[in-house]
């Protein structure tokens, strides 16, 4: 009975650091500003601040009511809890094309656009994410893209 006590802990332990580990998140969309701190409380010095919202992160770990976040420059930094939401958008990495469904090029999207609405499924081409950037619906490579779930 111990044994299976023991892996009940080890399989709970396992799986929650998996479905964390590919946690993503966004800064809130009504945050106007985001203090980006050295270590987990209000009181380590500010390093950076983000004006961007709906801004994709990556959370690594968290510490009460701040999280340590990654951006996808690479940037390790830790933020206040209240001030990301689950909403899960994308971030263009480099300069690319939307293509429609016969691979035309249908618009040019620039590095840093954030996308709201996507599906990164393994349903559509595993190399492609379906995305919609204001009234534009098509396809963009993944591997343009930050954010996703792999």
């Known amino acids: 009975m111990a044994y299976k006590k023991i892996l009940f802990i080890i399989f709970f332990t396992f799986s929650i650091k998996l479905s964390f580990a590919a946690d993503y998140r966004s800064i809130k969309e009504v945050t106007s ?5 050295a270590g987990p409380g209000r009181w380590y010095p500010i390093k950076w601040v983000i004006k961007k ?10 510490n009460e ?12 930094y830790w933020i206040y809890k209240d001030l990301t939401d689950n909403n899960h958008n994308l971030i ?24 709201k609405e996507h599906n990164c499924s393994e349903k559509n081409d595993s190399n492609l994410c379906r995305v919609k950037i204001d009234k534009v619906k098509g396809f963009i490579y993944k591997s343009n893209l930050w954010g996703y779930s792999k």
């Open 53 to 62: 919202p709906s801004l994709p992160i990556k959370i690594i770990d968290e």
């Open 92 to 115: 263009v990495i480099e300069d690319t094309v939307i293509k429609n469904k016969k691979g035309k090029v249908i618009a040019k999207v620039l590095k840093d656009v954030i996308i």
């Open 65 to 76: 009511d701040f999280l340590l976040a990654l951006l996808h420059d690479g940037t390790k």
């Open 33 to 37: 500003k985001a203090n980006l701190r």
